[in-house]
């Protein structure tokens, strides 16, 4: 079974990994940060669930990949004033 990538160049400017193994891309032809921003950070507006030092949230990533959906909550928590909590991530990577 390969454990290797190969880097998709989209029409936009961006890449993505595909698997060798079975051809999928890990990311829309929008490219990974823009896809993680609107599919994944955007949606759940997490800094209203961390309003309270007190607070922590789990937030469960299938399959770290590149990384690209963590970085989108975590940019967009950083702009947040109210997100004063805390915040654990666990991936369930396999590779």
């Known amino acids: ?9 989209h029409a936009n400017g961006t890449f993505t990994l595909v698997d060798a193994e079975n051809g999928q891309a890990m990311h829309s032809r929008i490219g990974p940060a823009a ?4 599919v ?3 949606l759940a507006e997490l800094e209203l669930k961390l309003d309270h030092p007190d607070r922590t949230v789990v937030l469960y990533d299938v399959g770290m990949g590149t990384g690209a959906n963590v970085a989108a909550v975590l ?8 997100a004063r909590g805390r915040m654990e991530v666990y991936s369930f990577e396999s590779k």
Do not use: H, V, W
Not at 1 to 9: I, K, Q
Not at 77 to 82: E, K, M, P, S, V
């Open 1 to 9: 079974m390969p454990d290797s990538f190969t880097l998709l160049a």
């Open 40 to 42: 994944y950070a955007d």
């Open 75 to 82: 940019d967009r928590l950083r702009d947040q004033a109210n």
């Open 35 to 38: 896809e993680a921003k609107m």
